[in-house]
């Protein structure tokens, strides 16, 4: 990592996931294996990554929030759950060796592109939400298991949070998106102390990463949700697998 353009790279990579975790999931499927592929250990990578993401969550609820968009107390709700949980999963991701993360993020990956792939079709209509009572709790709970997930790995885990929060919350896709960035900024809040107690945390790359996560968030959360929804689709399947031969092959 001493050429400039290594920190380009990070720039630009940094832009495309910070765009496409806003407006969909699944961008640190890029961040990680880039990370790992400019030399950072897994683990480290994994840490490191957590940097970029808060800056991102936390331009992207700027963007929404100055667009009127808020789910205030619910995305909080949640927030803490998952929050609670991402200490789990962090706890977890700093103690696994290189090669089993490396292993377990490449069937990850494979995994986000059948979502990708198979997903239901999803429509920006006015839908009843359902964000109290039994469908509260139930998000509680189911959310305080995504955040063991965000705090172990994270990556295409705004895929499911999509999937939960359109079809049991009956959230449209602008609200949901609105609703997960608020829950992931809090959650890996946890998930990046974890990470740097154990030193597990490169901040110099971190924070250049997130020049382009920040930048991109913006961009997105101002943007309509399906803006450039099918490029995104079809880029993604193709690094992500890519990426997921590589990890599992020339670990």
Same mark, same amino acid.
């Given at each position: 990592? /001493? ?6 790279? @990070?720039? #630009? =990579?940094?832009? %495309? &996931?910070?765009? *496409? ?75 696994? /060796? ?6 377990? @993020?490449? #069937? =990850?990956?494979? %995994? &986000?592109?059948? *979502? ?136």
């Amino acid at each position: 990592m /001493d050429q400039w353009y290594h920190y380009a790279l @990070l720039i #630009i =990579v940094g832009f %495309a &996931v910070g765009f *496409i975790n806003t407006i969909a999931g699944g961008g640190s499927l890029l961040s990680l294996p880039t990370l790992i592929f400019l030399g950072l250990p897994p683990s480290v990578a994994n840490g490191t990554n957590r940097v970029a993401i808060v800056i991102q969550t936390a331009m992207a609820t700027a963007g929404f929030k100055s667009k009127g968009v808020s789910t205030y107390p619910f995305n909080i709700y949640l927030g803490i759950s998952a929050f609670l949980g991402s200490i789990i999963g962090a706890k977890i991701a700093v103690d696994i /060796d290189g090669e089993a993360f490396n292993r377990i @993020l490449a #069937i =990850v990956m494979m %995994a &986000v592109v059948l *979502i990708i792939i198979f997903k239901p079709k999803m429509k920006l209509i006015e839908m009843q939400e359902r964000l109290t009572g039994k469908y509260l709790w139930l998000s509680i709970v189911v959310f305080f298991f995504f955040g063991i997930y965000g705090g172990f790995i994270n990556a295409g885990l705004g895929f499911l949070m999509i999937l939960f929060m359109h079809f049991v919350n009956r959230m449209n896709l602008v609200r949901v998106n609105a609703t997960k960035v608020v829950v992931v900024f809090i959650y890996m809040l946890s998930a990046l102390a974890v990470f740097a107690f154990n030193d597990k945390v490169n901040w110099k790359l971190g924070f250049i990463l997130a020049i382009g996560n920040g930048t991109g968030a913006w961009v997105a959360s101002r943007f309509s949700v399906k803006k450039g929804d099918g490029f995104i689709k079809t880029f993604l399947v193709v690094m992500v697998v890519a990426m997921a031969i590589k990890l599992w092959f020339f670990t």
